[in-house]
């Protein structure tokens, strides 16, 4: 797989193989799984009781500003994974969707994390991921995306 900036304002993924073009089609869903992930995605903002004022105002005004900023995201991501589907090989990333695709590959990492519970030894890239297993196949996501996360940082700065 290349990364590539396109144009001035797109990069490129060409050369995607199958098995990654399959992990990106799965983006938006697996970014979509909060449930077991909801105190990484939506952490308390404050601690102790003297602040319950405070939570209950985040929990009413933050928090659902940033479901429809991960929605959004994730719908972003979906609608740019459409044309990887019919093309294949290659993925054109507008540059104006970049920080939706750090979004969303972000809470996929969070999510794939705490599904399946890896901890810091499992993240640290020691030993190849067993594909075989299911636990296997997650971490090597993980760690696609998180790859893909980087390419999309410096791309973005």
């Given at each position: 797989?290349?990364?590539?900036?396109?144009?001035?304002?797109?990069?490129?993924?060409?050369?995607?193989?199958?098995?990654?073009?399959?992990?990106?089609?799965?983006?938006?869903?697996?970014?979509?799984r909060h449930r077991k992930a909801q105190a990484r995605l939506y952490p308390d903002p404050?601690?102790?009781?003297?602040?319950?004022?405070?939570?209950?105002?985040?929990?009413?005004?933050?928090?659902?500003?940033?479901?429809?900023?991960?929605?959004?995201?994730?719908?972003?991501?979906?609608?740019?994974?459409?044309?990887?589907?019919?093309?294949?090989?290659?993925?054109?990333?507008?540059?104006?969707?970049?920080?939706?695709?750090?979004?969303?590959?972000?809470?996929?990492?969070?999510?794939?994390?705490?599904?399946?519970?890896?901890?810091?030894?499992?993240?640290?890239?020691?030993?190849?991921?067993?594909?075989?297993?299911?636990?296997?196949?997650?971490?090597?996501?993980?760690?696609?995306?998180?790859?893909?996360?980087?390419?999309?940082?410096?791309?973005?700065?």
């Amino acid at each position: 797989m290349r990364f590539r900036r396109a144009s001035t304002d797109s990069w490129e993924l060409r050369d995607v193989h199958p098995l990654f073009a399959s992990l990106l089609s799965e983006l938006p869903k697996v970014a979509a799984r909060h449930r077991k992930a909801q105190a990484r995605l939506y952490p308390d903002p404050v601690r102790g009781a003297d602040h319950a004022e405070f939570r209950r105002d985040w929990k009413e005004h933050v928090r659902p500003e940033l479901e429809r900023l991960f929605a959004s995201s994730r719908d972003i991501v979906a609608r740019d994974l459409s044309a990887l589907v019919g093309a294949g090989t290659k993925l054109v990333i507008p540059s104006g969707h970049l920080e939706a695709w750090l979004n969303a590959l972000n809470q996929a990492r969070l999510v794939i994390v705490e599904e399946s519970n890896f901890s810091e030894a499992d993240l640290d890239h020691r030993e190849p991921p067993d594909l075989a297993t299911q636990r296997g196949m997650a971490l090597l996501k993980m760690h696609f995306y998180a790859h893909l996360q980087e390419l999309l940082v410096e791309a973005a700065g």
